[in-house]
């Protein structure tokens, strides 16, 4: 089945302590990218991917850090947590340049 | 930049009401234009999409229509479900032809209806 599956489902963990969010998918595309949905906000982007050792920052990057070491795999990397980083979080791919974007499941993080 | 704005919720319908929730953006491109549903618990489901100026997108008895005169892309729905009950947002995709990818999103409108 084509998906995009993230790990964990859902975080509770205190500040600074380091944390990685995994993204993975098995449709071959080139473009992944991270999400943040707040309250009355809506979704932000954080990171975004066009391939391979391609990243680049989104709209909202600071406290974060994103690699694509592999075409299938977007971690998501919280160096030092702090509590304003606590939402939901999604990740996303598609093939380049496509308007078809597929969502993983999201993973609630709480920062304490 | 590019934005979305939408109406703000919570809507609360009865079973079988006319829902419209308005959308209206800002692009200085040409963008492609979204609906995404997000059910309680679940992430984002892409709803309907139009990619061109008096494109209509439907699914589920949902629909839209990309007016570029009045940078509006409304969704209605003729008798809406429990089921239906959701956060309904609103997206662009930036640049020529909205395929460079990254959405931009609206605030999100929950939608809640009773029996």
């Known amino acids: 089945e084509a998906q995009v599956t993230q790990n964990p489902r859902y975080l509770i963990t205190v500040t600074g302590k380091k944390l990685t969010v995994t993204c993975s998918q098995n449709m071959n595309h080139e473009y992944m990218s991270w999400y943040r949905q707040d309250p009355g906000l809506g979704l932000r982007q954080i990171y975004y991917?066009?391939?391979?050792?391609?990243?680049d920052k989104g709209d909202v990057p600071e406290g974060y850090k994103v690699s694509r070491k592999e075409k299938r795999n977007f971690p998501l990397i919280l160096e030092s947590p702090s509590p304003n980083q606590t939402s939901l979080y999604f990740c996303?791919?598609?093939?380049?340049?496509?308007?078809?974007?597929?969502f993983g499941s999201g993973t609630r993080l709480t920062v304490v | 930049g590019d934005s979305v704005t939408q109406m703000e919720g919570p809507v609360t319908l009865s079973e079988e009401a006319f829902l419209t929730i308005n959308c209206t953006y800002t692009?200085?491109?040409?963008?492609?234009l979204f609906w995404y549903v997000q059910y309680p618990g679940e992430g984002l489901q892409l709803l309907l999409k139009a990619t061109k100026a008096d494109d209509k997108g439907s699914n589920k008895g949902f629909e839209a229509t990309y007016r570029k005169e009045t940078t509006s892309f409304h969704l209605e729905k003729g008798s809406v479900q429990v089921s239906d009950s959701a956060v309904y947002f609103c997206?662009?995709?930036?640049?020529?032809?909205?395929?460079?990818?990254?959405?931009?999103f609206g605030t999100g409108t929950l939608l809640a209806v009773q029996p």
């Open positions: 991917s066009m391939n391979v050792e391609v990243t």
């Open positions: 996303a791919s598609s093939v380049r340049d496509s308007t078809n974007v597929a």
């Open positions: 692009a200085t491109g040409y963008p492609s």
């Open positions: 997206a662009l995709s930036e640049g020529y032809g909205g395929a460079t990818n990254k959405l931009i």
